[in-house]
């Protein structure tokens, strides 16, 4: 799929309701083996800040950052699904839970690749 396509993304509860436009479709997929995201498992897919809304739910957003506390992760506070994140390695950049993409099921993207976080760049060097 490689098109604009426009997105409305929610939490499990609806408690959280955003916008969510990938400028080429799902395209890149990927996990992270970071210890936050593997305990978590959630596929995700990138998008610039500015291709991403909240239009519903803000209040019902709780931050969660750790180690060097770049990373922005968003999850809803009333069922605990994490929606997207401000990324770490580009914070121009969010990446979205594409289990909260209507329509689309995670599990039908195929094999899905595995970025290394347990070695980010920012870990190294005391950075």
């Not at 610039?48 to 957003?61: T, V, Y």
């Not at 329509?103 to 094999?111: Q, Y």
Request: proline share 5%; net charge positive; with cysteine.
């Amino acid at each position: 799929m490689n098109t604009v396509k426009t997105y409305k993304a929610t939490c499990h509860c609806g408690a959280v309701e955003m916008k969510v436009t990938l400028p080429n479709g799902i395209t890149a997929p990927s996990r992270c083996d970071c210890s936050y995201c593997r305990r978590r498992g959630t596929i995700v897919v990138e998008t610039g800040l500015e291709n991403m809304e909240i239009m519903k739910g803000a209040e019902s957003l709780t931050l969660y950052q750790f180690h060097t506390e770049t990373a922005q992760h968003y999850f809803c506070k009333i069922c605990g699904i994490n929606t997207h994140h401000k990324q770490r390695m580009n914070p121009n950049r969010f990446s979205i839970n594409v289990g909260c993409l209507e329509g689309i099921n995670p599990f039908d993207l195929g094999s899905v690749p595995t970025n290394d976080g347990v070695n980010h760049p920012s870990d190294r060097n005391g950075s």
